[in-house]
C-alpha cells in the first residue's frame, strides 16, 4: 500500500513537472503552437496519399535523355516515368476529365494541396458535372522551360491523351536560369545541371553528398516520430522538433554549400557547361530568360492545339515581386530571404514576364497573371523563403486556376 502510495505522488509530481514545463515553455519562448504545428504537418505531408511537396530534395534523382532529369523509379510514390504519383501516359474518355499539371515543385504543390479546391470548382461546373477529374503532375523541383516543353513532347510522342494542361511557372525560369549562369551553365540547361551532368565525382564530393543524404533521411525520420498527437498541442514537444529540425537543416545547407564551393573549383566540360551564351548586361539576360520562357509557352500552346488540348499557362505569386502582397510578421521571419531580395531577380524579371504573358494572350495562349491573387490576403500565405505556399494559399491558386479553366468552358 505505502508503494502505491509513494508510486501516486511520484505520478502526480511527474504531471505537475510536465504541466509547469509546459506553461514556462509557452511563457518564455512566446511560441506560435498554430504556426509551428502547421510547419510540422506540411513537412512531414499533410496528404498522406502522396509524397509532400517539394519531396524532390529526399529523391533520388537521375539522368533522363530528354527531360533533363526525373525521379529514380525505384523510390517510393514515383511511377516508371519518374514522376510523383499516377503515370503521365494515360488516354481520353468520355467519362472523364484528364487534367495534366507541368512546372516545378511549386506547380506539383498545387498538386497535393491545391487539388480539393481545383476539382470541386472543376466539378461544379456544367460541362464537367458527372465526369471524374483525373489529375495528373509531371511537375518536378527545379523544373524550368524548356523542360516542361519537352516533356509535354515526349510524352505525346508516346501517345498520352490529355484534355487540359495546365502550366504553372515563372519563378525558377528566372532564379534557376540566374542560378546556371553563376555556376557557368546554359542558363537553358535544367537547374544544378553542373552536378547532374558529371559521370563521377571524386571522394571529398562523394562524402558531402553523403552528409546531404544523412542529414534529409534524419529530418524525415524527426517529422515521422513528432508528426502526431499530441505533439501539435504541446508547445515543449513542438519547440523540440524545431530544434532538432533546424539542426539538421543546418548541416544539410553547410554540406551543400561545401559541395558547391568544392564543385566550382572544378573546371567544366561541355558536357557540363553546354553552349556558351554571353549578355550585354544583366537587364538584357533577364529579356533573354523571358522570352526563352515566352517562346516554349507558345510552343506548348501550339503543340496543344494540334491535339485538342486545351492549354493554361499561370504565372507563379512570389513574394519578392514588390506590391503583390503585404507580408505578415510571420512571412517576414520564415519566408523572407534579405540576400534574395538583394540580388533583385524577382523586382527585375517579374515585371517583364507579366508584360510578356499579356503578349502570349495576344498571340492567342490562355494566359493568366496569378502575382497579384494575394494582394489582399492579410494572413499568412507564403511557407518558405523562395516560393511555396501554406496549405491556404495553394488553394487559393487551385481555385483560381480552376475559375479560368471554367470561365473558358
Request: proline fraction near 5%.
Amino acid at each position: 500500500m505505502l508503494l502505491l502510495k509513494r508510486l501516486a505522488l511520484i505520478a502526480v509530481a511527474l504531471v505537475a513537472s510536465l504541466a509547469l514545463l509546459e506553461l514556462a515553455t509557452r511563457a518564455v519562448l512566446r511560441l506560435d503552437r498554430v504556426a509551428v504545428a502547421e510547419r510540422l504537418r506540411h513537412q512531414a505531408g499533410e496528404v498522406e496519399a502522396a509524397p509532400r511537396p517539394q519531396a524532390l530534395e529526399d529523391q533520388r534523382v537521375m539522368l533522363h535523355p530528354y527531360f533533363g532529369y526525373v525521379v529514380d523509379p525505384r523510390a517510393p510514390g514515383i511511377n516508371a516515368f519518374g514522376f510523383f504519383r499516377d503515370p503521365p501516359l494515360t488516354t481520353r474518355a468520355a467519362d472523364r476529365l484528364v487534367v495534366a499539371i507541368f512546372g516545378g515543385s511549386v506547380a506539383d504543390q498545387i498538386f497535393v494541396l491545391g487539388q480539393p479546391a481545383l476539382v470541386a470548382a472543376l466539378q461544379a461546373h456544367p460541362p464537367f458535372a458527372g465526369r471524374r477529374i483525373e489529375l495528373l503532375s509531371t511537375a518536378l523541383g527545379g523544373y524550368k522551360q524548356p523542360q516542361q516543353l519537352l516533356v509535354l513532347a515526349g510524352l505525346l510522342a508516346l501517345g498520352a491523351q490529355f484534355d487540359v494542361v495546365i502550366n504553372l511557372d515563372g519563378f525558377n525560369e528566372i532564379d534557376g536560369a540566374a542560378d546556371n549562369v553563376q555556376d557557368g551553365v546554359n542558363p537553358y540547361f535544367p537547374h544544378n545541371w553542373h552536378l547532374h551532368a558529371r559521370q563521377g565525382l571524386d571522394p571529398e564530393s562523394a562524402a558531402l553528398l553523403g552528409r546531404m543524404a544523412l542529414a534529409r533521411e534524419a529530418r524525415a525520420a524527426l517529422r515521422e516520430r513528432f508528426a502526431a498527437w499530441p505533439v501539435e498541442h504541446s508547445a515543449v514537444l513542438l519547440a523540440l522538433w524545431e530544434g532538432l529540425d533546424r539542426r539538421h537543416l543546418a548541416a544539410l545547407r553547410a554540406a551543400s554549400a561545401a559541395l558547391d564551393a568544392r564543385l566550382a573549383t572544378q573546371a567544366h566540360g561541355p558536357q557540363v557547361s553546354g553552349p556558351p551564351v554571353e549578355f550585354a548586361d544583366s537587364e538584357g539576360m533577364f529579356v533573354d530568360f523571358v522570352e526563352v520562357w515566352a517562346r516554349a509557352s507558345l510552343a506548348m500552346s501550339n503543340l496543344c492545339r494540334g491535339q485538342g488540348i486545351q492549354y493554361f499557362h499561370f504565372l507563379q505569386p512570389n513574394q519578392y515581386f514588390e506590391g503583390s502582397k503585404v507580408l505578415t510578421d510571420e512571412e517576414r521571419r520564415l519566408a523572407w530571404d534579405a540576400d534574395v531580395a538583394e540580388a533583385g531577380r524577382v523586382a527585375t524579371a517579374y515585371p517583364l514576364l507579366v508584360e510578356r504573358g499579356r503578349q502570349l494572350a495576344a498571340q492567342g495562349v490562355e494566359f493568366v497573371d496569378l502575382t497579384q491573387l494575394f494582394l489582399a490576403e492579410e494572413g499568412t500565405i507564403y511557407a518558405d523563403a523562395c516560393c511555396h505556399y501554406n496549405a491556404r494559399g495553394a488553394g487559393l491558386v487551385g481555385d483560381a486556376i480552376a475559375q479560368s479553366i471554367v470561365a473558358a468552358n
